[in-house]
């Protein structure tokens, strides 16, 4: 199973980007979905996670300011970053939990993406 982020950049603050990321593989089923970002010399943390049947949690650092959407048909999940400020610059990345058809059936999967560079500042 494979993740692929896209959508970083660079940003003033104050503005908006969207990050996408899409799974491939020979999935059955994607549970629980999460962006996670990790700062120069700091640990990585979550920001936001989805479950399969949508529910969304979020760091209160980003409540109000970004939103994790998911697009079970195609595989994709989403953050829409507004009002973004300085302290929101980490690479940020994928991760996914679920069940993919290996060689000898079923098996659990736990997979991160390359990690997409986000950087705000003026």
């Known amino acids: 199973v494979q993740l692929v982020e896209s959508g970083g950049g660079l940003v003033q603050p104050g503005g908006s980007l969207r990050l996408s990321c899409a799974v491939s593989g020979n999935i059955f089923k994607i549970d629980n979905m999460g962006w996670y970002r990790q700062a120069p010399g700091k640990q990585r943390e979550l920001v936001a996670a989805?479950?399969?049947?949508?529910?969304?949690n979020y760091v209160d650092s980003v409540k109000g300011r970004f939103t994790m959407s998911r697009d079970n048909v195609k595989t994709m999940v989403y953050l829409q970053m507004n009002s973004l400020k300085p302290e929101d610059t980490a690479v940020y990345y994928c991760?996914?939990?679920?069940?993919?058809?290996?060689?000898?059936?079923?098996?659990?999967?736990?997979?991160w993406g390359q990690g997409t560079q986000v950087t705000v500042s003026s």
């Open positions: 989805i479950t399969s049947d949508g529910n969304t």
């Open positions: 991760n996914a939990r679920g069940v993919y058809r290996g060689t000898y059936g079923l098996e659990n999967f736990a997979s």
